[in-house]
């Protein structure tokens, strides 16, 4: 079931990938194995290029013809194999589309490395990846994309925050929860577990992390 906040439903479709309705726009946020193409897009918005972020077939699967898809360069050749319509957009900008005013924020990692010895980075900061704060109708949505805690995040004022707590190439469950008991939005919602990397257990670790005055809110995964 869609999690409902005020006039908007978030549904968590898995990974990072959500799904945003309200008042007749739906907004789809890096979209990924998606197995049903319905309801179609009016944004999709992409946080970077990597496979389990920017994917193709399910971008095609739920895009109409007036459909904006919204992509850090990094992204957009990827962004460019399934839709025409895609409007850049860098780290400290801001965009409108539709009901949504948008603010990009850098993704990245600090302490997340492939190679330890040599200190190469999952997520470099160089590259451009990014987060979107997300405001719609009086509701401000962060989508932390793939990063860690970075210093950037503490200006983050939110009502409802959707936050990596897998580990690896994101924030652990205990990093997680430094970041939004740092920010305290109202509702905190854990994404990136359950398909490529961690379970369950790091969701729920991080809802007993959380500040009991945030709401934690572990979503079943709609098709």
């Not at 109708?137 to 939110?158: K, L, Q, Y």
């Given at each position: 079931?869609?999690?409902?906040?005020?006039?908007?439903?978030?549904?968590?479709?898995?990974?990072?990938?959500?799904?945003?309705?309200g008042g007749g726009f739906v907004l789809y946020i890096d979209p990924y194995q998606l197995q049903v193409g319905d309801p179609k897009a009016d944004a999709i918005l992409i946080t970077h290029e990597h496979f389990d972020h920017?994917?193709?077939?399910?971008?095609?699967?739920?895009?109409?013809?007036?459909?904006?898809?919204?992509?850090?360069?990094?992204?957009?050749?990827?962004?460019?194999?399934?839709?025409r319509n895609v409007a850049e957009i860098s780290p400290g900008e801001e965009r409108e589309v539709g009901p949504?005013?948008?603010?990009?924020?850098?993704?990245?990692?600090?302490?997340?490395?492939?190679?330890?010895?040599?200190?190469?980075?999952?997520?470099?900061?160089?590259?451009?990846?990014?987060?979107?704060?997300?405001?719609?109708?009086g509701v401000r949505i962060f989508h932390a994309g793939d990063s860690d805690f970075v210093p950037e995040f503490r200006e983050v004022r939110a009502d409802v925050v959707l936050v990596p707590v897998s580990g690896v190439y994101v924030m652990t469950p205990q990093e997680a929860a430094e970041f939004v008991n740092a920010v305290m939005p109202k509702v905190a919602i854990p994404m990136h577990y359950g398909s490529i990397v961690a379970s369950r257990r790091e969701a729920e670790e991080f809802k007993r992390l959380v500040r009991p005055e945030v709401q934690v809110v572990i979503l079943d995964r709609e098709i």
């Amino acid at each position: 079931m869609p999690f409902s906040y005020g006039e908007l439903l978030i549904s968590w479709l898995g990974h990072d990938s959500f799904r945003i309705t309200g008042g007749g726009f739906v907004l789809y946020i890096d979209p990924y194995q998606l197995q049903v193409g319905d309801p179609k897009a009016d944004a999709i918005l992409i946080t970077h290029e990597h496979f389990d972020h920017c994917d193709p077939p399910s971008i095609q699967r739920i895009l109409k013809p007036s459909t904006v898809v919204v992509a850090p360069r990094v992204a957009r050749q990827c962004a460019l194999k399934a839709a025409r319509n895609v409007a850049e957009i860098s780290p400290g900008e801001e965009r409108e589309v539709g009901p949504l005013k948008i603010r990009a924020f850098p993704a990245y990692n600090i302490n997340k490395f492939r190679d330890p010895a040599r200190g190469v980075v999952f997520h470099p900061k160089e590259d451009g990846r990014v987060a979107y704060l997300i405001e719609w109708g009086g509701v401000r949505i962060f989508h932390a994309g793939d990063s860690d805690f970075v210093p950037e995040f503490r200006e983050v004022r939110a009502d409802v925050v959707l936050v990596p707590v897998s580990g690896v190439y994101v924030m652990t469950p205990q990093e997680a929860a430094e970041f939004v008991n740092a920010v305290m939005p109202k509702v905190a919602i854990p994404m990136h577990y359950g398909s490529i990397v961690a379970s369950r257990r790091e969701a729920e670790e991080f809802k007993r992390l959380v500040r009991p005055e945030v709401q934690v809110v572990i979503l079943d995964r709609e098709i």
